[in-house]
Nanobody, 112 residues
Framework: QVQLVESGGGLVQAGGSLRLSCTAS????????MGWYRQAPGKQRESVAV???????HYADSVKGRFTISRDNAKNTVYLQMNSLKPEDTAVYTC??????WGQGTQVTVSS
């Protein structure tokens, strides 16, 4: 069993930046894919960014060019760098090794 703990969320003005971190209780080196997901109030959870062990990435169209996912296996941590934030990015962001392990989420609120 691996626990994932997110941090780095908060309140930021539109146009600002945040970096989310997701630290695992164990090694993530064996995880061939990790991702960040978000859920806004009244909406379904959506995939934001996915990083494969090959280095390939996939981003939601709404965040392309603004968000960057990365990982540091030595630190058992996955990051999500979020730039040029918009009010519509407001959501609870959760990291995962889908479908087995999910974090509890961290709130990101972008004010206009």
């Amino acid at each position: 069993q691996v626990q994932l703990v997110e941090s780095g969320g908060g309140l930021v003005q539109a146009g600002g930046s945040l970096r989310l971190s997701c630290t695992a209780s164990g090694s993530i080196a064996r995880f061939n894919v990790m991702g960040w997901y978000r859920q806004a109030p009244g909406k379904q959870r959506e995939s934001v960014a996915v990083l494969f062990s090959s280095g390939a990435t996939h981003y939601a169209d709404s965040v392309k060019g603004r968000f960057t996912i990365s990982r540091d296996n030595a630190k058992n941590t996955v990051y999500l760098q979020m730039n040029s934030l918009k009010p519509e990015d407001t959501a609870v962001y959760t990291c995962a090794y889908p479908p087995l392990y999910w974090g509890q989420g961290t709130q990101v609120t972008v004010s206009s």
